[in-house]
């Protein structure tokens, strides 16, 4: 019964706002063989063209609905007890304690207390009240443990997908405010004086009510290969109970090499395909479409940059972990005569750790703004050509060491002659 009454709430709760929304994705569709538009709607949600998107805003929510229910669940089922006893005081030895002379004619529906054995803790209370007082001190009922109950591990999977959905979708949305923020700075063409205040407040908040389902379907792909990646690895620890399968061992393991790759391909089109829907608004899957076309499209652009930008942030990450490594060595090794310091090299380990992931995090961050940067500077040199119809919006460092000018708006004097062109 409970797991017909969960069934039906997914369905209630996701399918029908799901096949809804899809409809409404399916009429406002662009396609030549489709008629039916509804244009109030087009017209009401056409800033961040995120109808496809709009079904998996809703599973999103529902699921995490249903995570702290299904948590909940987890902490509050049948509770078992089991019977303890002192076994030299009360029984001479004996596991069980015979108390049928004293239950007979009463509502105690215990005859005998074995240890081990589950209890009830309301009834052992009727049949405590009939024990004498050194016998109430020696036996009792205690707590053992959480009823399994079968739908536990169901749970724990549905949890695990949840957790994975989750910290996906948190990265998303952390990589489309940094690519909105980046942005705002390139598209303006008067730097600084074009550029918003509050940059980042205000890409927050248009990824967060603008493009959450964008994103959370982004972070849905991600998750579920991750998940498969998981579901294999548990498949593999299981199979160490069976024997030396070698083939079966060597077919998992390139299926988890396979998926690894996949994700990582992912990962990759994901974080470009935010940073288009941070600029234009795309939903997902014209932004993926874009993204990878105008990177293929500059695939030698691409290759270059990404293989300069990682050597050098892997550089600036050797050598901030170098130096506070370094002098952490310096600083633990004159502490060594001290009594309270035995191991002055786990401190140094323990520090240059810490050092590498704050590094890393900090150079994530420049990552995506080099990966926004790059994409609005093939944009712009796909989209204009300097004239003042469409000039370009790159910095003048960028312009200087391209070789590319504005053009200044062609006007005439008196005399009818056309005046030279500026460089903007």
Not at 259 to 274: D, Q, R, S, T, V
Not at 326 to 339: C, G, K
Request: hydrophobic share 45%; aromatic share 16%.
């Amino acid at each position: 019964m409970f797991t017909v009454l969960i069934r039906l709430r997914i369905c209630l709760l996701v399918c029908l706002p799901a096949i809804i929304n899809l409809v409404i994705y399916i009429c406002m569709s662009d396609c030549e063989c489709l008629t039916v538009k509804l244009t109030f709607l087009r017209e009401k949600y056409m800033y961040g063209n995120r109808f496809h998107c709009l079904a998996v805003k809703h599973v999103f929510v529902v699921i995490h609905l249903d995570q702290l229910y299904f948590s909940w669940l987890q902490s509050a089922g049948d509770r078992v007890y089991v019977f303890d006893h002192e076994v030299d005081k009360s029984t001479g030895g004996n596991n069980t304690v015979d108390f049928t002379a004293v239950a007979n004619g009463t509502n105690c529906v215990y005859n005998s207390f074995t240890k081990g054995e589950e209890c009830e803790l309301d009834k052992f209370e009727v049949c405590q009240e009939l024990m004498s007082n050194e016998t109430k001190k020696d036996i009792s009922c205690l707590f053992m443990e959480y009823y399994q109950s079968p739908t536990l591990f169901r749970m724990q999977i549905y949890n695990l997908f949840g957790l994975l959905w989750t910290g996906n979708y948190i990265l998303a949305l952390g990589q489309c405010t940094l690519a909105g923020a980046f942005a705002s700075y390139y598209w303006a063409f008067n730097k600084p004086k074009d550029i918003p205040s509050f940059a980042v407040s205000r890409a927050f908040f248009r990824a967060f009510f603008w493009h959450t389902g964008s994103l959370a379907f982004g972070a849905l792909i991600i998750a579920i290969i991750q998940f498969i990646r998981i579901v294999l690895a548990y498949t593999q620890n299981k199979l160490k109970g069976f024997g030396d399968n070698s083939a079966a061992k060597f077919f998992l393991k390139c299926l988890g090499c396979c998926f690894w790759c996949l994700e990582k391909i992912f990962k990759y089109i994901n974080k470009n395909a935010y940073i288009l829907i941070a600029i234009y608004g795309y939903h997902f899957c014209k932004a993926c479409c874009r993204a990878l076309n105008l990177l293929l499209r500059n695939i030698l652009r691409v290759f270059v940059l990404n293989s300069i930008t990682t050597f050098i942030f892997f550089l600036s990450q050797l050598l901030i972990v170098g130096i506070m490594g370094l002098i952490a060595f310096l600083v633990f090794d004159s502490l060594r005569t001290s009594e309270d310091l035995n191991y002055y090299l786990i401190p140094v380990i323990l520090l240059a750790v810490f050092a590498f992931f704050i590094s890393w995090a900090f150079f994530s961050i420049y990552d995506m703004a080099v990966d926004t940067l790059f994409l609005c500077f093939l944009e712009d040199l796909e989209r204009n050509d300097g004239s003042p119809e469409k000039p370009y919006y790159m910095s003048k460092g960028l312009k200087k060491v391209l070789g590319k000018k504005n053009k200044a708006p062609k006007a005439k004097d008196g005399e009818g002659e056309v005046m030279a062109e500026e460089d903007m």
